[in-house]
């Protein structure tokens, strides 16, 4: 089975540049989310979509980030214009997203982005 | 959501059992106990879910005791690879935002 897959692995960029992250999740998966995680802390949720809808995007900082995710499948966040503080691992992740017990979401490698 | 409190890092010699401990004070009915593992430079991978008594896997044990308020993690005999960030999380159910703390940094020592 194919994983979630993130598209690129690394970017560098100046800071107000604008920057897009692409994520195709597993076949079938409903629910997609995007963290942000900062060296050293642990992934912070960005935006949970449900097929095309958005679920949670409280954390979002919508001055700046963006996302959306087309026809329920592949999703892209941009960031624009990007901050020194946006430098980060931007994880995708994609879990079943049925209302049942197995909430077991699987991640893409990430994306690394470093803003100079 | 339920929050959960954990140790920020532990050390243990190779062949050791570890043992992590979370708490989850205002853990609610429907919530389930739910473990990641994350290595450098990947993702966070599941490895354990439970509701309550002990559940195991190929990878670990999980121990929750009858007021469920905490859990713990059992890593039996660990090895240099299971030096991770290991993340402990009380999802509802399968549309609750996923949300993780800080993690507990474990060290294998050779």
């Known amino acids: 089975e194919a994983g979630v897959a993130q598209s690129p692995r690394y970017k560098i960029i100046e800071k107000r540049q604008s920057v897009a992250f692409w994520c195709n999740p597993i076949?079938?998966?409903?629910?997609l989310y995007w963290y942000q995680q900062i060296l050293g802390q642990g992934p912070k949720l960005l935006i949970q979509?449900?097929?095309?809808?958005?679920?949670?995007d409280s954390q979002l900082p919508k001055d700046r980030f963006s996302a959306e995710r087309l026809k329920g499948v592949d999703s892209t966040l941009k960031i624009q214009p990007a901050k020194l503080e946006d430098s980060a691992v931007y994880l995708c992740?994609?879990?079943?997203?049925?209302?049942?017990?197995?909430?077991?979401?699987?991640f893409g490698q990430g994306t690394r982005l470093t803003v100079v | 959501l339920a929050k959960t409190t954990q140790p920020i890092s532990m050390d243990s010699y190779e062949g050791q059992e570890v043992n992590i401990t979370c708490s989850h004070n205002?853990?609610?009915?429907?919530?389930?106990i739910t473990w990641y593992q994350q290595f450098p430079s990947q993702g966070p991978r599941f490895i354990i879910q439970?509701?309550?008594t002990k559940v195991t896997n190929e990878v670990a044990s999980l121990f929750i005791p009858a007021d469920r308020k905490s859990s713990t993690l059992s890593l039996p005999r660990v090895s240099l690879s299971d030096t991770a960030v290991y993340y402990c999380?009380?999802?509802?159910?399968?549309?609750?935002?996923?949300?993780f703390g800080k993690g507990t940094r474990l060290s294998v020592i050779a």
């Open positions: 076949s079938g998966h409903a629910t």
């Open positions: 205002n853990i609610a009915t429907n919530d389930y």
């Open positions: 992740a994609s879990s079943l997203g049925r209302r049942e017990v197995n909430t077991e979401a699987f």
């Open positions: 439970g509701y309550k």
């Open positions: 979509f449900q097929n095309n809808g958005v679920v949670d």
């Open positions: 999380l009380v999802p509802l159910w399968g549309n609750t935002p996923l949300v």
